[in-house]
């Protein structure tokens, strides 16, 4: 009796790591089934920064005219393939994510600059595809690693290949911000990948030219784990206004281990991060991930991404919670700084917008 009542109690608490819908998040209007989502910080007059959520860690970030994209990735593909087969492109979701882009006006040559935190197939993907078609404009600029463009080789054309690692902020040097325009810079900082399941991490290292050499073709199959992780990044946007900082913003791309991460004090002395958008996938399996980085940070508000399971086909409206990440133990984490950063209400910072929601912050 005593076996069995642990072994249930085992596969309930397992079971909050299972895909399910977010009704409990829904409950608590931590997610929603909004397609806009109204969020308001300091509110002055047009003040406004929209963030459009596109599954995985793929946002539109736009600010007035500008358009910004990090990290495209439209193109779900089964689990069972993603390990051991080939994973591909896939035309009607890729189809279904630009539906998202354009019912906001964008089109993806108005996107002037594209960041890739790292290398994994659920981050660039579709960059492949897009290049290939030429679907982003010609003066386009990518921010990423070498391991990036190992996966790209064969179809930067006229478009200009960055290497992020010439631009990442280091200690006691003077910050390298990209200046996407007068109002709007980006900041590369150094970060890294939490394991996946476990004490697992998968996909490490860098990719291999040799194999990408064979990737003439963006719809061709590929396999997932020849996707190596190279340099993980975090990047802080800034909003400019009159040469001060109106609204700043931590991306990141991945939960981290220990306490890479951190952001410099100097920094953040400068201006306190009004906004963190942080993934949830695979946060379980760090000892310090996020509630160190929001203790150090307390921004006003969270956005959680790469939290649906993107080894399903891409119906925002049969969404499920990502696969091996329990939400309950993220936000147990983030409880146990209440005494530094607290959470009264969840709703009041966090918010877990459903793929192609646009999220508005006016500040
Ligand atoms: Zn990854």
């Known amino acids: 009796m005593k076996y069995i009542l642990i072994v249930l109690v085992f596969l309930f608490s397992l079971s909050c790591a299972f895909p399910h819908y977010p009704k409990k998040y829904e409950k608590l209007a931590v997610f929603s089934n909004d397609t806009v989502k109204d969020i308001s910080i300091n509110v002055l007059p047009n003040n406004q920064l929209k963030i459009q959520y596109l599954g995985c860690g793929n946002l539109l970030i736009k600010h007035k005219n500008e358009s910004i994209l990090l990290d495209p990735f439209f193109s779900n593909n089964p689990s069972i393939k993603t390990s051991l087969g080939k994973i591909k492109f896939n035309p009607i979701y890729f189809k279904k994510g630009s539906s998202f882009i354009h019912k906001f006006g964008t089109n993806f040559k108005d996107i002037s600059t594209v960041f890739i935190t790292h290398s994994h197939y659920d981050h660039l993907l579709d960059l492949a595809y897009l290049l290939d078609k030429d679907s982003l404009n010609d003066l386009v600029k990518i921010y990423a690693d070498e391991s990036t463009r190992t996966v790209i080789q064969h179809f ?14 280091k200690n006691n040097e003077i910050p390298k911000w990209i200046y ?184």
């Open 156 to 169: 930067i054309k006229k478009t200009s290949f960055l290497n992020a690692d010439s631009f990442v902020f």
């Open 180 to 363: 996407i325009n007068s109002e709007m810079r980006m900041l590369i900082i150094p970060s890294s990948h939490a394991p996946h399941l476990g004490k697992l991490h998968f996909m490490k290292g860098n990719t291999d030219s040799l194999y990408f050499k064979n990737f003439t073709n963006s719809t061709q199959k590929i396999s997932a784990n020849q996707f190596k992780e190279g340099h993980t990044f975090a990047f802080i946007l800034d909003i400019l206004q009159a040469d001060t900082i109106a609204f700043r913003v931590l991306i990141k791309g991945a939960g981290c281990k220990i306490n890479n991460g951190r952001i410099s004090d100097e920094i953040l002395k400068e201006h306190g991060i009004d906004l963190a958008v942080m993934q949830i996938a695979s946060a379980n399996y760090t000892d310090c991930y996020p509630q160190n980085l929001l203790a150090q940070i307390k921004p006003k508000q969270v956005l959680i991404t790469h939290w649906e399971d993107f080894f399903r086909p891409y119906a925002p409206n049969k969404i499920k919670t990502v696969r091996a990440t329990n939400f309950a133990y993220f936000f147990k984490k983030i409880k146990t700084i209440e005494g530094v950063w607290p959470v009264k209400k969840l709703s009041d910072q966090f918010y877990m917008p459903k793929p192609g929601t646009m999220v508005i912050y006016e500040f």
